[in-house]
């Protein structure tokens, strides 16, 4: 998810899901690059900082969050998804 100052919040910023404990390592890594979002940050999404991070290690966090979802629909089984449905 992409979030453009979100509510006046700052952050230009990718919104992205993570493996368990990921948020909590980056956050405390590098404070100024990662922080715990909105909405989905309890579930353990990380906040990227868009002007603080280069296109490689950005790619690469969005190619771990891909297959992390991946995996989960696969999971869930046929004609079934972990994401909500949108009309």
Do not use: C
């Not at 890594?29 to 989905?40: K, S």
């Not at 969005?62 to 979802?69: G, T, W």
């Amino acid at each position: 998810m992409f979030a453009n100052n979100h509510h006046d919040d700052g952050h230009i910023a990718a919104w992205l899901p993570a493996g368990p404990g990921v948020q909590d390592a980056l956050i405390e890594e590098e404070p100024e690059i990662f922080f715990r979002p909105p909405y989905v940050g309890p579930a353990g999404w990380i906040g990227v900082e868009m002007r603080k991070i280069d296109d490689d290690r950005l790619g690469s966090l969005i190619r771990e969050a891909f297959i992390l979802i991946s995996a989960k629909d696969r999971r869930a089984g046929p004609g079934k998804s972990s994401r909500p449905q949108t009309s």
